[in-house]
């Protein structure tokens, strides 16, 4: 296993730092613009551009650069909702993102207001829904940005940080122990672990939130 994972982050490694950096920026921009964020796979990107930093420079050239990408592609997934919403969600690629999630990201956005914007970052489905969701809304461009700016940045940081220490831990090991590759193995595993378990407590944290929310409302404030 050392042997291939030794290949694989020293080719990762060989490409030039700053495009390495870049492709990380196109990759979150991707991720969290409108649709792409369900299929363009943003995490993965970061973790395998990170796993060849060195150096503190690219470390936080990196972070900056998938803070970018994200805010770049949240900002124009909410002047897309602001200015073509209506007619995105009933497009044929809204259509593939279902009426039943557009309807969960307004309700949600509705009963959690900002909150919602930074949660839904860690969410799947949401963090590409809301948005253009948010667009649609009467919340302003700034305060979207003030709930939205910390979640970027402390997922950027969670991210390359995981597969900064995950790549260096295996070049400084790889020389001295042969399961060095199970120890980078083990690393990614249990981050991605870890993500998944917290985003589904976090979902189901919201879905109860929301569940409780919609008991407590008298039914003819439900009815429009």
């Known amino acids: 296993m050392n042997d291939v994972l030794s290949w694989i982050l020293t080719t990762v490694q060989s490409v030039d730092p ?5 492709i990380a920026m196109v990759g979150m921009f991707c ?17 395998v551009a990170s796993s060849g930093v ?7 050239a990196l972070v900056a650069a998938v ?6 592609g949240e900002s124009v997934g909410f002047a897309l909702g ?10 044929r690629l809204g259509r593939r993102i279902g009426e039943k999630n557009w309807d969960r990201a307004e309700n949600y956005l509705a009963r959690r207001g900002g909150i919602a914007v930074f949660i839904s970052r860690f969410l799947p489905v949401l963090h590409s829904v809301v948005p253009v969701t948010v667009g649609t809304s009467p919340m302003r ?23 900064t220490f995950a790549g260096g831990s295996f070049r400084q090991l790889s020389g001295q122990l042969s399961f060095a590759g199970f120890i980078f193995v083990g690393i990614v595993v249990v ?10 407590l976090l979902e189901r944290r919201e879905a109860r939130h929301m569940s409780v929310a ?6 003819e404030a439900r009815e429009p």
């Not at 602001?82 to 497009?91: D, E, L, Q, V």
């Not at 919609?214 to 039914?219: K, L, V």
């Open 82 to 91: 602001r200015y073509f919403g209506p007619r995105i969600r009933h497009s």
């Open 54 to 60: 060195v150096g503190p420079l690219q470390y936080f």
């Open 18 to 22: 700053l495009l390495r950096t870049l």
């Open 67 to 72: 803070i970018v990408g994200s805010l770049g």
């Open 141 to 163: 461009y700034r305060t979207f940005m003030a709930w939205t700016v910390p979640a970027c940045v402390l997922w950027a940081f969670a991210y390359v940080s995981v597969g």
């Open 31 to 47: 991720e969290t613009s409108l649709f792409l964020g369900v299929i363009a796979p943003g995490d993965t990107i970061v973790l």
């Open 191 to 200: 981050f991605a672990v870890l993500a998944l378990v917290g985003k589904k």
């Open 214 to 219: 919609d008991a407590e409302t008298p039914n």
